[in-house]
């Protein structure tokens, strides 16, 4: 009998600022994460903060000798995707640990991604290539959320479980491991408000307009600005995998070839045209980290930033005040639980459509906390 395609989905949803999800529409979750002791490793409370707790640990996974299980990522050059490759070749490590595998009887995972994040054929060559290599199970971000169909029409003919992680499929029937990303959306939508006294222009940079999370976080700010803060505006949604369409425009202005245009001048010049834009919204690490370069060269001091991620570049730049507040998840957890629901796939276990792996809203002021400091990479 076939094995269903199982795309968990880890949807991120707690919280763990004490200050974390405060707004009109979104609830505070403050995460269990508070009360654990200062001792506990960085590892163990991100992996505390998955939910259903089932998926943050190994136990009862007996997997056969020398089985492998494929990841497939958006990136390879990235802290967040560094974070999820890690997080998976943890949870392998203990699996071998557990059943007692060594050497060729080791269960072995890899990570494999694009050179560049918004590359959907190289994702796609590379899940064909992984399908070729028959692994128990496939755990896999697509960056195109209508990608992929006939790849998956072939796991299930082949019996190769898929799991899928960060970003949700239009294919149906697959569980997804996940950010609730419209809640952390709405969260950004939150403390922005909070930023801006609930009145003024925002502004909206987003990091594509194919991925699943990516339209869910856009979602979720929208949905939460009109519904709960009539005076505030979002003047303009920009998407990064449209930059270079844009660049037409933006280079008869600065008198150059459209090819001279970089990234951060095209957004210099959306900030310059938009003087009244009071807040920017960064709705992943790259993305939030090109902002942050457009503002200091701009000298646009006057306008808070929000950004989504956390790794050592924009936690620098948040202790340095050049962005207000990140939206951290759990990229760790994200990867560990990846591989628990691709081994239960592997085994015929039952998987909960839904993996919650948190997220954290973190600020200068809250930082230096020991449950927000381990949640930061």
């Known amino acids: 009998m076939k094995k269903k395609i199982a795309v968990m989905a ?20 403050d995460s269990v994460v508070l009360g654990q002791e200062e001792e506990e490793s960085a590892d163990q409370t991100k992996l505390n903060m998955i939910q259903p707790q089932a998926y943050s640990t190994v136990e009862g996974l007996n ?45 072995k995972v890899t990570y494999n991604a694009p050179g560049h994040e918004g590359d959907v054929d190289e994702q796609i060559n590379i899940l064909d290539e992984e399908l070729d290599r028959y692994p128990v199970a496939v755990g896999i971000a697509v960056i ?12 299930t003919e082949n019996n190769i479980p898929v799991v899928g992680m960060d970003s949700p499929s239009d294919y149906p029937g697959l569980m997804l ?6 809640e952390a959306g709405a969260t950004a939508a939150d403390k922005m408000a909070g930023l801006l006294n609930e009145q003024g222009e925002v502004l909206l940079f987003i990091q594509d307009n194919i991925s699943g ?11 939460q600005f009109q519904s709960q803060y ?3 505006t979002v003047s303009g949604i920009y998407y990064m995998d449209e930059l270079d369409s844009m660049k037409e425009g933006t280079a008869e202005k600065l008198g150059k070839a459209a090819e001279d245009v970089t990234d951060e001048e095209l957004i210099q010049q959306i900030l310059a045209e938009h003087p009244n834009a009071k807040g920017c919204i960064g709705a992943n690490e790259e993305t939030t980290k090109m902002l942050i370069d457009a503002c200091e060269a701009s000298e646009s001091d006057d306008i808070r930033l929000i950004g989504f991620d956390g790794g050592e570049t924009l936690t620098e730049a948040l202790e340095d005040g050049k962005v207000d507040g990140l939206i951290v998840q759990n990229p760790y957890g994200m990867g560990y639980a990846t591989v628990v629901a691709a081994a239960r796939s592997a085994l015929d276990m039952a998987n909960e459509a839904n ?13 230096e906390e020991t449950a927000i400091k381990n949640m930061l990479y």
């Open 10 to 29: 880890v949807m991120l949803c707690a919280a763990v600022s004490t200050a974390a999800c405060a707004g009109k529409g979104t609830s505070d979750k």
């Open 63 to 107: 997997l056969e000798k020398g089985s492998y299980i494929s990841i497939i990522g958006k990136s390879e050059d990235s802290e967040y995707w560094d974070e999820v490759k890690r997080g998976a070749e943890d949870a392998v490590e203990q699996l071998n640990e557990a059943l007692g595998y060594s050497g060729r009887d080791e269960i």
């Open 177 to 182: 491991v996940s950010t609730n990303n419209q």
């Open 144 to 155: 195109d959320k209508t990608a992929c169909e006939v790849q998956f029409d072939l796991a």
């Open 230 to 232: 009539p005076n505030i």
């Open 213 to 223: 999370s990516a339209k869910q976080r856009e979602a979720g700010m929208i949905s």
């Open 355 to 367: 993996v919650d792996t948190g997220y954290a809203w973190v600020t200068q002021d809250n930082m």
